[in-house]
């Protein structure tokens, strides 16, 4: 079964970028759709992104032109690259497959 781990996460001033890293274990990442999700405090989790195992992608709208998802399947790592960074950004962002699993999530907190 597989495992995944975010990091990247931490405090940023509005306009910054940080990397956001999901690293598996126990199986193959390439055979999976992979998605970053986010939750703000009091907000239902949201879709940010989305990866197929081809390298198809699809974004919210919110975040479109800023944020940038890709795969390293020989890493068994996803990535989500954040630029210009809004406080309305603020969530703790999950890593998940299409098998359900889900990531123990990370904090990304934008300061205006």
């Known amino acids: 079964q597989v495992q995944l781990v975010e990091s990247g996460g931490g405090l940023v001033q509005a306009g910054g970028s940080l990397r956001l890293s999901c690293a598996a274990s126990?199986?193959?990442?390439?055979?999976?759709?992979m998605a970053w999700y986010r939750q703000a405090p009091g907000k239902q989790r949201e879709l940010v992104a989305r990866?197929?195992?081809?390298?198809?992608?699809h974004y919210a709208e919110s975040v479109k032109g800023r944020f940038t998802i890709s795969r390293d399947n020989a890493k068994n790592t996803v990535y989500l690259q954040m630029n210009s960074l809004k406080p309305e950004d603020t969530a703790v962002y999950y890593c998940?497959?299409?098998?359900?699993?889900w990531g123990q999530g990370t904090q990304v907190t934008v300061s205006s």
């Open positions: 126990g199986r193959s990442l390439s055979i999976y759709v």
């Open positions: 990866i197929t195992s081809g390298g198809n992608t």
């Open positions: 998940n497959n299409n098998a359900g699993t």
